[in-house]
């Protein structure tokens, strides 16, 4: 309205996320409304900062040009979360855990995540006393896992609250041996699970359950830190599972990758550069 020039930073791109959720009505006049006043902002941006390669065609057929765009990964701090061991980690001591493999899922349990596939893998996998599912947070599809643990007695799921009071976060991320990261398929390119980042920064591996083209699954797929597997694939990811629970080798050396990339490609001090370039950048541009 000023005219001044200005950019945009997307964590997500709404209203779109939120049809795909299901949780507006795409054809009602406030999200027409709403998606319009999106669009023409986005078009009128001197720049727009996506925190994922795969939200880049998302914006192009909004019309946003793709010279405007620059893709900045989140990230996590590196000196606040770190690798603990087993055997000095607070909380796998409290939990029982020191002769566990454990499968953690931390963080929101929400809308945008796909836990079927996990839970039935646990069921299939409910005879391996030395696996160990763990969910830890709050969100609206916690009450769901619950009911499916106790319809199916998967006494080896444990459904955690929030921890951050009792356990620093460097704690909590190290408990795991392997982590687990979901993305629906109609939230591609519609966000990005940032989680992930901090995941790295714990120097653990990750199983990401999601389109391959999403940008954890690239970051996978280039450093070799993880393993991609599509929804709805319950044998490739109950494999996926068994073949890092068998090979330690193969779990540290992931976890090593991660850690490496938290401190490097993927730290805090290579995205400030980052924006720092995009903004000045934006500035010469608007000014040309």
Sequence with gaps: IRKQSYSMVLMDIQPE???ALGLVNENSLIVKITRKLSKLALQNASGVVVIGRCMLEKLENLGVQKEKITVISNWADEQLVFPISVNENKLRQDMGW???FVVLYAGNIGLPQYFEDLLSVAEKLSGNKNIQFVFIGEGRQKIKIKEIINNKNLSNVQLLPFLHLQYSLAEIMSSADLHFVSLKEKCTGLAVPSKAYTIFASGRPLIFQGNKKCEIALILEEHNNGITVPIGDVNSLQSAIEKLFENKNLRESMGNKSRWLATNLLSQ????????DFLIGSRISESG
Excluded: G, N
């Design 98 to 100: 020191q002769k566990k």
């Design 269 to 276: 001090k290579v995205a400030i550069k980052k924006y720092v």
């Design 17 to 19: 996320m939120s049809i």
